[in-house]
């Protein structure tokens, strides 16, 4: 932190001395009231950005988007130390960090946190394309609260803190799930307002920090295992194509084939990785989408069996009787 409590970020394009962002986070760490919000629109010669920045005790959130119009280099300056969870939905951009002499890429739907102990370096957009991304900012005892559980991972990000050295959870970055797509809707779409949102988004990061933290544990390779890293990858890349396609799933031999995964290895795999067969899985899925469908809209039966992926509506309501012990329309009631 530096004197008086200011904490600075500052955003400028590379080559002209003209700043897009810069904020002053005065006492952000520890002020104890409320929560500030402000939105920012700004047309450049390089495209439009669209930002939304939250802060209170301990966080900042900023998340928008970027149409850029050629490829575009951003130069970042930051003079605090953070943990930073985020998340890339469209786009692609490559950070550089000038004191470390490394880079680090994102691409769309994925995801990683990382140590800042500050920041000197560059963001660069390598062309013209559509850019979406959310992060939140953690402060370092939050950090600590949240994060004090015995893990390999948890340990070395930790001793990182300790060196003052920038480090990511993990080397490669995950897809981002379908649970963290919708908690994230949550927090951009909360209506409350005041105290009460706080509470609300402090919950929810909350949140997505476990399913982030959960994923990087079950994506270590397990203890004995024959499988590769590589391997490892393909297989959340099935338990990831299950989720985006609930109601038309592909069989096995066609997951195999999408993600280059033999499907002896790819059903010995997912079950070693996860616990649960490919179509255990995928059912347990369909059955969590329509108990929520069902509790959250007025679809009709039949129309929740085909969103979930089944073609006839006697079948659906048999497994989800087997499933939670009643018809969907009793739940409903």
């Known amino acids: 932190m530096t004197k008086n409590g200011?904490?600075?970020?500052?955003?400028?394009?590379?080559?002209?001395?003209?700043?897009?962002f810069e904020n002053n986070y005065q006492d952000y760490l520890t002020e104890k009231d409320g929560i500030t919000e402000k939105t920012i629109t700004e047309n450049y010669?390089?495209?439009?950005?669209?930002?939304?920045?939250?802060?209170?005790e301990g966080v900042y959130i900023h998340y928008g988007d970027m149409r850029l119009k050629e490829k575009t280099n951003l130069k970042v300056h930051s003079d605090f130390q953070i943990i930073e969870m985020h998340f890339s939905f469209e786009g692609s951009n490559t950070s550089y960090f000038?004191?470390?002499?490394?880079?680090?890429?994102?691409?769309?739907?994925?995801?990683?946190?990382v140590y800042l102990p500050h920041f000197n370096g560059t963001f660069t957009f390598d062309h013209a394309a559509d850019y979406k991304?959310?992060?939140?900012?953690?402060?370092?005892?939050?950090?600590?609260?949240?994060?004090?559980?015995?893990?390999?991972?948890?340990?070395?990000?930790?001793?990182a803190i300790e060196q003052q050295k920038t480090s990511f959870m993990r080397d490669n970055n995950l897809p981002i799930t379908p649970q963290m797509h919708f908690i994230i809707d949550e927090i951009v779409n909360c209506n409350r307002t005041g105290f009460t949102k706080r509470l609300f988004i402090e919950a929810k990061i909350i949140e997505l920090f476990m399913l982030q933290l959960e994923q990087f544990e079950m994506h270590e390779k397990p203890k004995n295992s024959s499988l590769k890293n590589d391997d490892i990858d393909k297989i959340y890349e099935v338990k990831t194509i299950l989720e985006n396609n609930l109601e038309a799933p592909l069989s096995l031999m066609e997951l195999s084939r999408t993600v280059g995964i033999n499907d002896f290895k790819l059903k010995k795999g997912f079950k070693e990785v996860f616990g649960n067969t490919v179509f255990g899985y995928l059912n347990e899925l369909k059955m969590n989408r329509a108990q929520l469908l069902l509790l959250n809209n007025d679809l009709s039966v039949a129309e929740i069996a085909r969103l979930t992926g089944y073609k006839n509506p006697t079948h659906f309501t048999a497994a989800f009787k087997k499933k939670f012990g009643v018809l969907p329309g009793s739940l409903r009631k």
């Open 6 to 20: 200011f904490m600075k970020l500052r955003i400028a394009i590379e080559g002209l001395d003209q700043t897009i």
């Open 98 to 113: 000038d004191d470390r002499n490394m880079e680090f890429t994102f691409s769309k739907n994925q995801h990683n946190i």
């Open 133 to 159: 991304m959310f992060e939140v900012g953690l402060s370092l005892s939050l950090f600590e609260r949240l994060a004090s559980y015995d893990s390999t991972l948890i340990e070395s990000m930790f001793l």
């Open 45 to 56: 010669p390089f495209g439009k950005i669209q930002m939304h920045h939250i802060q209170f």
